[in-house]
C-alpha cells in the first residue's frame, strides 16, 4: 500500500517536471546552447562598450575586458561540470546546484535572490532597452513625425512578450534565441566596421576627460563595472544545459561546452572590436551608445536599431523563462495550484506587465542597476561557482585548482565592493542634476 502511494506521488511529481519550463524538454542539440548562450550575454550594453574604454583607458580597458573574458569562461566551465557531478542526479537550476554546495535551507538563500536580481533586472532594463530602440527607430526613419513617447514604445515593446512568454520551455524559443544571436552579431559588426569606414577622428584624445581626479576614480569604478557585467549570462546557464539529453556515455557537458566554446567565439568577435574600434575612431569624445556618434549613415543606424530591438525580445525571453520556472514551481508544488494553460496564462502575463509597469515608471533603471547588478551581476559570473567548486570538489591547498579559484573570488569580491561605488556616485551625480525622469 505504502509502495504504491509512493509510486503514485513519484509519478505525479515527474508530471509536474514534465511541465515545468525548465525541465519539460531535454532534446536540444549543442548548438542551441551555442545561440542560447550568445542571446543571454551579448547584451545591447555591447554598443557602450567603447564609451567604458574611455573610462578606463588603453592599458587598463584591454586587460579588463580581456581577463572578464578568460575568468567568466573559467566559472561557466565549472558550472557545465557541476552540472552532473552526482551520477544518475542533474542539477537543472542554479539554486540546485547552491543547495547541493552550502545546504538545503542556504543554498536556497544565497542563490535565489541573487539570481533574481540579475533576472528580473536584465528583463526590465530589456524592457527599456527596446522601447527606446523602437523609437530611436522610428525619429531616424521619421524626422518629421510628431514625436511619440518613450512610454507607448514600451507598451508595443511590451505587447510582443505577452505572446511570447506564453511558449512554453526553452526549446520552444530556440527560433527566436537563433534570430536573436544573428542579430546581435549583425548590429555589433554595423558598429565596429561603420567606425573604421568613419576612421580616427581629427583631434581626436585619448586621455581621461573628467576634470578632478575622484570624478576619474569614481567614473573608472563605474566603467570597471559596465565592462564587467557585460559578461553575466552564467545566470541561465544550467537551465540552458537542462534542455540537452544525458546518458552516462554521453554526458551532456560534452555537447554543451562545445557551444560555450563557439558562443564565447562569437562573444569575442562581438565585444573586442567594437570596444577597441569605438575607443580608436572617438577616443573620449565617444557617446555612451557607439550608434549616437556614428549618427550616418540614417538606413545603416536605423537598420542596426531594429536588430537591437529582435535581439532584446529573444534575450528578455531568455532571462524570463528560469523565472517563469520558479514561480510556476512555487505555484504548483508548494501552494498545490493545478498545472495548466490557466495558471501559466496569468502568471506569465502578470510578470511582463510588472517588468513592463517598472520599465516606464523608471526608464532609468539601467543606471540603477549597475549599482544593484554590483551586489548579484559579480557573485553569480565571477566567484560563486569557485566557491560552489571548492565546497565540492575541496581541491588540495595550494594545488592549481585552489590558486585559480581563490584568484577569481578576489577579482569578483573586489569587483562586487568597487563596481557599486562608482555607480553609485554617478546616481547621486544624476539626481543632483535632475536627470532621472519618470515616465518619460
Known sequence: MVSGQWQSEKEKEKAIDDWLPITSSRNAKWWYSAFHNVTAMVGAGVLSLPYAMSELGWGPGIAVMVISWIVTLYTLWQMVEMHEMVPGKRFDRYHELGQYAFGEKLGLYIVVP???????????????????????????????????????????????????????????????SLAAAVMSFSYSTIAWVASVDKGKQEHVEYGYKSDTQERTVMRFLAALGDVAFAYAGHNVVLEIQATIPSTPEKPSKKP???????????????????????YWAFGN?????????????????????????????????????????????????????PPGLTLRLITRSAYVAFTMFVGITFPFFGGLLSFFGGFAFAPTTYFLPCIMWLAI???????????????????????????????????????????????Q
Open 256 to 278: 554543451m561546452w562545445k557551444g560555450v566554446i563557439v558562443a564565447y567565439i562569437v562573444v569575442a568577435l562581438c565585444y573586442f572590436p567594437v570596444a577597441f574600434v569605438g
Open 393 to 439: 570538489y575541496k581541491p588540495r591547498r595550494f594545488s592549481l585548482s585552489w590558486i585559480t579559484n581563490w584568484i577569481c573570488i578576489i577579482l569578483g569580491v573586489l569587483l562586487m565592493i568597487l563596481a557599486p561605488i562608482g555607480a553609485l556616485r554617478d546616481i547621486i551625480g544624476n539626481i543632483i542634476d535632475k536627470q532621472y525622469k519618470f515616465y
Open 114 to 176: 541573487q539570481q533574481l536580481i540579475v533576472e528580473v533586472g536584465v528583463c526590465i532594463v530589456y524592457m527599456v532597452t527596446g522601447g527606446r530602440s523602437l523609437k530611436k527607430f522610428h525619429d531616424v526613419v521619421c524626422s518629421d513625425c510628431k514625436q511619440i513617447k518613450l512610454t507607448f514604445f514600451i507598451m508595443i515593446f511590451a505587447s510582443v512578450h505577452f505572446v511570447l512568454s506564453q511558449l512554453p520551455n526553452f526549446n520552444s524559443i530556440s527560433g527566436i
Open 285 to 337: 569624445g565617444v557617446e555612451d551608445n557607439i550608434l549616437v556618434s556614428l549618427s550616418r549613415p540614417h538606413w545603416l543606424i536605423a537598420m542596426a536599431n531594429m536588430m537591437v530591438v529582435v535581439h532584446v525580445i529573444g534575450s528578455y525571453q531568455i532571462y524570463a523563462m528560469p523565472v517563469f520556472d520558479m514561480m510556476e514551481t512555487v505555484l504548483v508544488k508548494r501552494l498545490r495550484f
